[in-house]
């Protein structure tokens, strides 16, 4: 993986799908349900869906993205509770945005809970923010949703940090 050693970035593959459903039960409340999975790496042309993965092969994060003409949306993310804390969710994150990025997307759109504190942090390191609020989005407790956006200019300019960072030579 761009950035790091001990964990690798791949595309999501079918076999990946009963680790990646048994995180998002370990990280969400309203997890997505397993066949939302077989449908995001089987039959839905605009998912972009990643994994996480260790130096034993085994599935420690997932970031599921939808690349529609220029706009990516951070659809599922998250990373194994045992995980945590690692940089495993940057890696992904920086992964899956630089992907997007190539492929066209110049602005990113996610909604986050507004108590995950930890996914906030990160969105906003990155150059997301908080455009709207949705009041009592979250189903199972009423939670407000937080609506992000990362805007074309401070896409690009985490693109150009990450092409640094990763010692990319930049197009002219």
């Known amino acids: 993986m761009i950035g ?9 593959v079918l076999t990946d799908i009963p680790a990646v459903f048994t995180i998002d039960q370990a990280s969400a409340a309203l997890y997505w349900p397993q066949s939302s999975y077989y449908f995001e790496v089987e039959r839905n042309e605009a ?7 260790d130096s034993q092969r085994r599935v420690c994060g997932f970031l599921v993205l939808w690349l529609i003409m220029d706009e990516l949306h951070v659809a599922n993310f998250a990373v194994h509770p045992d995980y945590r804390r690692r940089g495993i969710g940057d890696a992904l994150m920086q992964n899956g945005l630089y992907e997007g990025w190539k ?10 809970r507004a108590g995950n504190s930890a996914a906030i942090s990160l969105y906003e ?46 197009k002219k």
């Not at 009041?135 to 693109?159: C, G, P, S, V």
């Open 4 to 12: 790091r050693t001990d964990i690798s970035i791949r595309r999501m």
């Open 47 to 53: 998912s972009r869906p990643w994994v996480a993965v």
């Open 103 to 112: 492929e066209g997307a110049r602005i990113s759109y996610l909604e986050v």
């Open 125 to 170: 390191k990155i150059g997301y923010r908080v455009v709207n609020i949705r009041r009592h989005y979250y189903q199972d407790n009423q939670e407000d949703a937080l609506m992000m956006n990362l805007e074309k200019q401070d896409y690009q300019t985490y693109i150009l940090t990450l092409e640094k960072l990763w010692m990319i030579p930049t």
